[in-house]
């Protein structure tokens, strides 16, 4: 099943903790692509670092409720604390689609219910899957970024960062 994640960090290294992050999905999956990756300024608590962001798209073997186990335990693993709603993190992983699978469950809404409101999320996603339809709101990927209202910044970091 093919998925796509998208990747943060605004702490320390923050290319490295996403380095690792791919990494450990490694491990579990087939990484097919990574975007590059963009610095972005926070959005909903400003008061912070910029971020590393980029998409990550995986082959799984994975359910949509055992992937986010699964992402929630490279969290946990690379130190990842829950504070601040929004607040800094080591990294932060979103599983923004699962297939054309729409999931709603208590912990886990797929399609991510926020990724058509972010150009920190669509601008990768677009990098790698810009015709890729949301399930929900039969929209691609490119279609959803021109939609946006107002976007917050999001500058190219670094095209290849990850082998």
């Known amino acids: ?8 960090s605004n702490i320390e ?7 690792k992050v791919v990494g450990e999905l490694k491990k579990q999956s087939k ?14 608590y400003a008061d912070q670092s910029w971020f590393l962001n980029g998409v990550v798209k995986v082959e ?4 949509p409720s055992t992937l986010l186990e699964f992402v929630l335990a490279i969290e946990k693993m690379l130190n990842r604390v829950r504070t601040i709603q929004n607040g800094p993190r080591t990294v932060d992983l979103d599983i923004l689609f699962y297939e054309d699978k729409i999931v709603q469950e208590e912990n886990l809404q797929i ?3 926020r ?5 920190f999320v669509l601008i990768p996603l677009k990098e790698i899957a810009s015709d890729f339809m949301h399930p929900i709101l039969k929209k691609d ?5 021109e939609d946006l209202p107002k976007q917050e910044e999001v500058l190219l970091y670094k095209k290849e960062w990850f082998r």
């Open 115 to 119: 990724l058509h409101e972010r150009a």
């Open 1 to 8: 099943m093919i998925s796509y994640i998208a990747i943060g």
């Open 141 to 145: 990927v490119s279609t959803m970024l």
């Open 60 to 63: 799984t073997h994975f359910t």
């Open 31 to 44: 990484v097919l692509i990574c975007s590059s990756l963009y610095e972005t300024e926070p959005v909903g």
């Open 111 to 113: 399609p991510h219910p």
């Open 13 to 19: 290294d923050r290319e490295d903790y996403l380095k």
